[in-house]
T-cell receptor, first 115, second 114 residues
């Protein structure tokens, strides 16, 4: 069965320090994995995606994520947090199923950035 | 201009009223989706459509209906709104030819049912 677990509902960092948002997944096949960001009162914006190419994926705004099949993880990182990174982040897994894809969203991690 | 638009952006209504939320896209994608977002629950799929003649129920379709009027338009209806349908609703589109069937989201509609 397919599932996504975001291990932290809230993460708080100081500006200029590294960001780590954790995501574990389960999938029956070879999944595609995504990170989306949602700023307050905004829609979801695609940060990055893994679709069976390079396991280290670079996204927008300095974020990157590494697909680790042995650990079934797809953690999101950024070397240095900026105030504008404060938002909610969603990890998403998408699997091929008969007739198309099945997409599951994690519950989200809210990132707070302190000055 | 935004590729995926939703109207209205905010709506307050009363229990028992019929409500329609509309979604339009200029991305030329065949696939469209409706999700609801509740705090701490991520996004849950209500309905999805892989083309104009295809409508499928998602995880939480009870109390909702949809209409795919054209490739670019996908509307969500609440036939008789109830307070626990108060949520943020998102429309999304995707193109199955892109790797992973990446979904692109509208800005959302905040619905409050009193």
């Amino acid at each position: 069965a397919q599932s996504v677990t975001q291990l932290d509902s809230h993460v708080s960092v100081s500006e200029g320090t590294p960001v780590l948002l954790r995501c574990n997944y389960s999938s029956s096949y070879s999944p595609s994995l995504f990170w989306y960001v949602q700023h307050p009162n905004k829609g979801l914006q695609l940060l990055l995606k893994y679709t069976s190419a390079a396991t280290l994926v670079k996204g927008i705004n300095g974020f990157e994520a590494e697909f680790k099949k042995s650990e079934t993880s797809f953690h999101l990182t950024k070397p240095s947090a900026h105030m504008s990174d404060a938002a909610e982040y969603f990890c998403v897994v998408s699997d091929r199923v008969t007739g198309g894809f099945k997409t599951i969203f994690g519950a989200g991690t809210r990132l707070f950035v302190k000055a | 201009d935004a590729d995926v638009t939703q109207t209205p952006r905010n709506r307050i209504t009363k229990t028992g009223k019929r409500i329609m939320l509309e979604c339009s896209q200029t991305k030329g994608h065949d696939r469209m989706y409706w999700y609801r977002q509740d705090p701490g629950l991520g996004l849950q799929l209500i309905y999805y459509s892989f083309d104009v003649k295809d409508i499928n129920k998602g995880e939480i379709s009870d109390g909702y209906s949809v209409s795919r009027q054209a490739q670019a338009k996908f509307s969500l209806s609440l036939e008789s709104a109830i307070p626990n349908q108060t949520a943020l609703y998102f429309c999304a589109t995707s193109d199955p030819r892109t790797p992973g069937d990446t979904q692109y989201f509208g800005p959302g509609t905040r619905l409050t049912v009193l």
